[in-house]
C-alpha cells in the first residue's frame, strides 16, 4: 500500500487530475448503469419509453439553444485568455443564459409549435428550458475546472449528483403516478440545485457580464460546429425518436434498453482514446508515425474481443438489467455493440485528421452519417419494426468510419509524404473478423451449448495475447506519464 502512495504521490497533477477523471466518469456510469434496472421494474415500457425520447429532445436542444459553448470555445478560450480565465469563463456563462432566455420567448410564443414537434406537453417544454440551461453551466464549468486541473471539486459534485438522481428519482416514482414526468422533474431539480450555485460563483469571480470580443469568439467558434454536434446527436438519438413516431411508445422504451446496455462499452473507447490521442500526436509531431498502427490496432483488437464478450454475455445482461417484458431488447444488443467497434475505428482515424486541423472532414463525415441513419431509419424501421434501427445504427458507423479512412489517408497523402498511418487492407481484415464473430454470436442465443463454446474461444484468445494486451497498456500509462510530466 506504501508504495502505491508513494507513486500516487510521485504523479504530476495533469496525471492525477486525469486519473481521477477517467474515475469519476466510470463511476458515474457505472451508477446510472446501475441504477437502470430499478426503473426498468418501475416504470412501463410506454414511461420508460417516454422518458428517453424526452432525454432526446433535450440533448438536441442543448445544442441549438446553448450551442454547446463547454465542448467548443470554453477550452481554447480559457488558454488563450489565460491571464483572464475568470472574466472569459463569467462572459460565457452570462451568454448561455441570454441564449436559453431568448429561446424561452421563443417557447412561449410558440409553444403550439414546439409541441407539435417534440410531442411533448408544455410543462415538459418548460422544465426542459431549466434542464438545458443548468447542463450547459456544468459542461462550461466542468471544463474550467478540467483546463485548471481543479479535480477534487470537480469530482465530489460529480459523484454526488450522480448518487442523489437516483436514490431521489426512485423515491418519486415509486409514489408518483405519472412515473416519467416525475423522473423528468426529478433530475431537473436536482441538476439545479445543484449547478446554480456554481453559475452564481462564477459570475461573481468573473465579473464581466458583457465582452464584445469574447461572445464574438465563442459565436464564432461554436456556430459552424452546430451541423457537427447536432449530427453526433442524431446517431445517438434518433433511433428511439423514430422508433416512437413509426412503432409506438413501448418499442422506444424497449429499444432504448438495448441502446443504454449497448453503449456501456463506449467506457473502454473513452478510456483508451484519453490515452491513444496525446501519444498519437505526440508520434505524428515526431515524425515517427511508423509507430502508431501496432498500437492502434493492437487497440482497435482490444475493444473488439471487448464487444465480442459482451454481445455472448448480452442475454444474461438483458436478464439482470430488466423483466421479461424488456426480452425482446437482446436481439438489438449486437447490432449496437459492434457499431461500437467502428466508432472507435472512425475515431482512431479522425485524430490524424485532427492534428492536421482538418475539422471540416472530421464534420462532414458526422453529417453525412446522422443524414443516411434518418433515411435508413425511415424507410426500415416501418417494414421490420425497432430491431431495424440497430442495424441502420451499425451500418452508418461502418460508412462514417470508412469515409473517416480515406479522408484520413487524402491527409496523410498531402502531410505526411503519401505515408498512410492505418493500412487499408489490416484494417477490412480485422473488421470481417470482428463482424464474423459479432454475427455468429447473434446466431448462437438460441443455443446456449454453441454460444458458451464461442465464450471459451475467445477467453483462450485474450489469455493468449495477455502479454500484447499489457504491453499495450504499459505502453499507454508510460506516454500518459510522460506527457503529464512534460507540460508542467
Known sequence: MNKLANKYSSLSIELK????????????????????????????????????????????????????????????????????????????????????????????????????????????????????????????????????????????????????????????????????????????????????????????????????QYWKYSLKINIPL????????????????????????????????????????????????????????????????????????????????????????APELIAVFAPSKYGQALWVVPPITMSVFFQFSYLLFADIELYFEKTKLIAFATVIGAVLNVILNYIFIGIYGYYAAGYTTLVCYMIIAIIHYFAMKAVCNSKLDGKCVYKFKTWIIISLVFLAFGFLLLFSYSNIFIRYSIIVVLIIVLITQKNRILTLLRSFLKERKSSGNGTT
Not at 410506454?46 to 428517453?52: R, V
Not at 411533448?120 to 464549468?141: A, D, K, N, R
Not at 453503449?263 to 508520434?283: C, D, E, G, R, Y
Open 17 to 212: 487530475a486525469a486519473f481521477w477523471f477517467l474515475i469519476c466518469s466510470l463511476i458515474q456510469k457505472g451508477i446510472a448503469v446501475v441504477s437502470t434496472p430499478v426503473f426498468t421494474r418501475l416504470m412501463t415500457t410506454e414511461q420508460f419509453g417516454e422518458f428517453n425520447v424526452y432525454s432526446s429532445w433535450k440533448d438536441i436542444f442543448v445544442i441549438l439553444i446553448t450551442l454547446k459553448i463547454g465542448a467548443g470555445a470554453m477550452g481554447p478560450g480559457l488558454v488563450k485568455n489565460d491571464r483572464d480565465k475568470d472574466a472569459f469563463s463569467s462572459s460565457m456563462h452570462i451568454l448561455t443564459t441570454v441564449l436559453v432566455l431568448i429561446w424561452s420567448c421563443l417557447f412561449i410564443f410558440f409553444n403550439g409549435f414546439f409541441q407539435n414537434i417534440t410531442k411533448l406537453p408544455q410543462i415538459l417544454l418548460y422544465i426542459m428550458l431549466i434542464h438545458v440551461w443548468t447542463q450547459g453551466i456544468w459542461e462550461m464549468w466542468a471544463k474550467e475546472q478540467r483546463i485548471k486541473f481543479h479535480y477534487r471539486l470537480l469530482v465530489f459534485i460529480t459523484l454526488i449528483v450522480a448518487l442523489i438522481r437516483p436514490i431521489i428519482g426512485i423515491i418519486v416514482v415509486i409514489h408518483a403516478e405519472n412515473k416519467a414526468t416525475a423522473r423528468i422533474i426529478e433530475m431537473a431539480t436536482v441538476d439545479f440545485v445543484a449547478y446554480v450555485g456554481l453559475f452564481i460563483y462564477t459570475i461573481v469571480q468573473g465579473k464581466k457580464f458583457f465582452s464584445k
Open 226 to 313: 452546430i451541423p457537427h454536434f447536432l449530427s453526433q446527436t442524431i446517431l445517438n438519438n434518433s433511433d428511439r425518436i423514430m422508433i416512437e413516431r413509426i412503432v409506438d411508445t413501448s418499442s422506444s422504451g424497449i429499444y432504448s434498453l438495448a441502446y443504454s446496455i449497448s453503449i456501456i462499452t463506449v467506457f473502454l473507447n473513452n478510456a483508451l482514446l484519453q490515452a491513444m490521442s496525446p501519444w498519437t500526436f505526440l508520434k505524428l509531431k515526431k515524425r515517427e508515425e511508423s509507430a502508431i498502427p501496432r498500437i492502434g490496432f493492437g487497440a482497435l483488437l482490444m475493444v473488439g474481443a471487448v464487444n465480442l464478450l459482451f454481445i455472448a454475455f
